[in-house]
């Protein structure tokens, strides 16, 4: 079966410093992989993902991830953290093959921003 | 940009009653889904929908759930006796019909807040 693994609940960061959020996964085949992002009170908002190709992707709000088949991960970094970047983040893994395109989910990483 | 819509946002409920979740997929999107949250874990499958019918329901998804599209544009989800471990939020989302990659590009909707009492 397929699993996340999003070792960090809770990261803090100052302002103006670089992020990584790490995501491992567990996956049969080469999966589909995602990443969300929830603001309090909002719904879960698309920031990337990767299907194949280049395994480096970029998303919106200057995200990126990595991913990296020997290590089964999928990071999220971003260079310089904005205040506005502080949300809940999560990571989610799907494919073909499974019968079906459910995704799942890891637990997320709370990331607070300090001015 | 085309969006995801969920109603209500929440809804507090009695525990035993009947509740609908409305959702208004995006509208060239094929696959709808149901996913629920409860408060502080992660994000769980409910169930797929495809050309009318389910194409996949996880193990919470029992005979008091239920999922219709009653119209062109409405994907609803029934519960029919809702108990106290069914608070949660519930999420909507649809993708587009093409090749895997697309169809597994999962849009969300903002999500109903459920309680039930």
């Known amino acids: 079966a397929q699993s996340v693994t999003q070792p960090d609940i809770h990261i803090t960061v100052s302002e103006g410093a670089s992020l990584e959020l790490r995501c491992n996964y567990s996956y049969g085949a080469t999966p589909y992989l995602f990443w969300y992002v929830q603001s309090p009170g909002q719904g879960l908002q698309l920031l990337l993902k990767y299907f194949s190709g280049d395994t480096l992707v970029q998303g919106i709000k200057g995200f990126e991830a990595e991913f990296k088949r020997s290590q089964s991960s999928f990071n999220l970094r971003k260079p310089s953290v904005h205040w506005s970047d502080a949300a809940e983040y999560f990571c989610?893994?799907?494919?073909?093959?499974?019968?079906?395109?459910?995704?799942?989910f890891g637990k997320g990483t709370k990331l607070s921003v300090i001015p | 940009e085309p969006e995801v819509t969920q109603t209500p946002s929440h809804q507090v409920t009695q525990m035993g009653q009947e509740v609908i979740l409305r959702c208004v997929p995006i509208?060239?999107?094929?696959?709808f889904y149901w996913y629920r949250q409860i408060l502080g874990q992660k994000v769980e499958f409910l169930v797929s929908f495809y050309n009318n019918e389910i194409s996949e329901k996880s193990e919470i998804f029992d005979d008091q759930f239920s999922v219709e599209r009653p119209d062109g544009s409405n994907f609803t989800l029934k519960i029919r006796s809702t108990k106290l471990e069914d608070s949660a939020m519930y999420f909507c989302?649809?993708?587009?019909?093409?090749?895997?990659?697309?169809?597994?590009?999962?849009?969300f909707g903002p999500g109903t807040r459920l309680l039930v009492l």
């Open positions: 989302a649809s993708s587009p019909s093409g090749v895997a990659a697309l169809q597994e590009t999962q849009y």
């Open positions: 509208s060239n999107h094929l696959y």
């Open positions: 989610a893994v799907g494919g073909p093959g499974a019968g079906s395109y459910q995704l799942t």
